[in-house]
């Protein structure tokens, strides 16, 4: 019995701290306080200056026009919203209970209806990675780089720019006033052609699945994707498929979002597309952050 | 050949079978995750495995197959094993974690915990034969 001992204290060690590890990853939840820039103002958008138009796939207002269309490619249901605003301040980010920190999460169609959203998709799952430069609405949250990911960086100006991390500098992002900065990736779309680095999740991009992407088609005139997939009506996107479809669209700058369950797309107090969770299930999956158009 | 050979001998060979079922199971494991993993690929789940085909079955089948008498002090099996075993369990938790598309620092714990723990068990077992001769 003596013999062993090593090998059960060890084994039972090895286990707890297996345990541990994976409710630090997914379950014990942490807030973190980002420094606030003493110049920073919450900026609150003009209200509507006429009366909306909505329809089931439609809205439009003076300052923001959304038109939602389903496409059918690659055996797989894809869902666009085409968005035309009148000013990038429309185009906005929350997190999941309004918190930034790890494994606190809310479903995409919750946290569009607390900020009064029109349209909304899922972000990038920020809180899975514990690496990455995080901006939202100009506040800086996270500067610790070294995931190896492509950036979507949105520039003050509605601009759309796609950076490699080895090339990312985080405080030339804030001096410039980045708005937004994503990091999921890949980019799909450099300069209306398919990006050069499309393939480089192999592990995660090679497969058919539920996806989410954002693009910019013009000057403040975008496209938010969202495909269902991992279901028998509907396949899914492999990232070079969804990048090939946004350059159809005509899209300049592309970029992924985080996909899978997480691919969710919501527009006028409904959800679009048909989100899966545990695998192929048709339900919507809680996550870190959305990206949205609103005036609050 | 002494009874000690003997119960060596017999050491290697259920360590050899051992093995062989922990390699047989890590791989039969690691495909099956990869099969629900709707398509995302992770190589340390898939070779998961090879931590304890080649560094427990393998040396252990040839100590068995060659009827060496060898096998390593109490000591230095025992953190010998545990590094065989921490080098796998980290595995199939980097390839867990790959197919979910998050990351956590511990996981480098696994590695350097495993490497420290296979490099006393080897050096510990060598200097224990050297000065037992």
Partial sequence: MKKYLFGFLFGVLLTAFSVYVILDVFVIVRVYTPVIPENHENVTMEPPSS??????????????????????AYKTNIYVADVKLASVGYLKTAFAKDSFGKNITEK????????????????????????????????????????GRDYLVIGKDGSFEIVYEKDIDVDDLVSRGAIHVFSFGPGLILDGEIYSGVDRYQGIGLSDNPRTAIGMIDELHYVFVVCDGRTSESDGLTTRELAQFMKDLGVDCAYNLDGGGSSTMYFNGKIVNKPTTYGDKIKERSVSDIVYIGYR | MYTSDIDKLKSSKKCFMVYLAVTVFVLVFGIVYEIFSHGVI????????????LLGTLPFG???????????????????????????????????????????????????????LLVFGVVWSALTAIFKK
Wanted: hydrophobic share 35%; proline share 3%.
């Fill in chain 1, 51 to 72: 009366e909306p138009i909505v329809t089931d796939t439609s809205y439009s207002d003076g300052n923001i026009s959304i038109e939602i269309t389903t496409h059918r």
């Fill in chain 1, 108 to 147: 995409t169609s919750e946290m569009a209806e607390e900020k009064g959203a029109l349209l909304a998709i899922n972000g990038d799952f920020y809180g899975t990675l514990e690496k990455g430069c995080v901006i939202r609405n100009g506040i800086l949250y996270r500067s610790t780089l070294g995931n």
């Fill in chain 2, 42 to 53: 992770s190589l340390n789940m898939l070779l998961a495995f090879m931590f304890p085909l």
């Fill in chain 2, 62 to 116: 040839v100590i068995t197959f060659l009827k060496k008498n060898y096998y390593p002090s109490p000591a230095g099996s025992n953190t010998y094993h545990a590094g065989i075993a921490t080098l796998t369990v980290g595995s199939i938790m980097k390839g867990v974690l790959d197919i979910y598309g998050t990351t956590s620092s511990y996981i480098s714990v696994y590695k350097y915990l495993g490497l420290a």
